[in-house]
């Protein structure tokens, strides 16, 4: 749970902590979470301060299966999209069973930056890492950086913008997800001072929450109109700003970045 200086940790020995929006979870095996099918699990996103900003957020977690289906989802804290989604993980439609993170925003429509997490593998367990700092946003798995964005990075509530809620999404019957740990820094804590974030009450109505069924069948509707596997972009019209994404090219496109300049990165 959250303590006095905004850190939280949940190992799930004790419940779900502040993952109160749960659907369709498997906790029979006890301090670890599985999504196995349809499933999820987030934090209530009620408005703007909700979840959490700048800081480290660690996830340990193990995705079984090659196909689109499993996300460790930042959700926007004000629960409106296209907006400020940060995905961690998923798992792209190529039958390779590559990882990659993805950066939203809104920009008349949704527009999104993905990053491929190169060689990666799933079926076994991984620390995945966001780092979230003002005007750099990176992600790491098992310690190794495999996403950097510097365009685009949203502000936190703290400093002016929005926070993101923690949160997990399984929408595939072939794919599963399981999450052993979940930890979050705020940055600056044990260094200087930080602001806490302002305290939001647990909502009472259930109103706000996310439609994840809506959501799993967007996916599956969008993918059926564009090609494009991408969690939430619409599926009709296409996104004014984003186009399909072609991952072979993107591949191919980090392959040769790679030979160019020795980064990973695209
Ligand atoms: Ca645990």
Redesign the pocket.
Known sequence: MANATGALSI???NGLGSLGNAWNIDQSVH??ITLAGPASIMEWAVGPASGHGYGTYTV?AQVNGNQPGPGIIFWPGDNQWPGQEIDLLEITPNGSGAQYGTLHWNQGGDAYEPQVFWGVSSGVPHEYQMIWEPGHLTMKVDGTVTASFTDHVPVDFTHGGMNNTIGFLNTNSHTSLTV??VDYVPLGSGAAPVVAAPVVAAPVVVAAAVDWNALAAQVEANFAATGSWDLNAPAIPAPPVAAAVDWNAIAAQVEANFAATGSWHL
């Open positions: 190992s799930f020995d301090g670890q340990q052993f740990q």
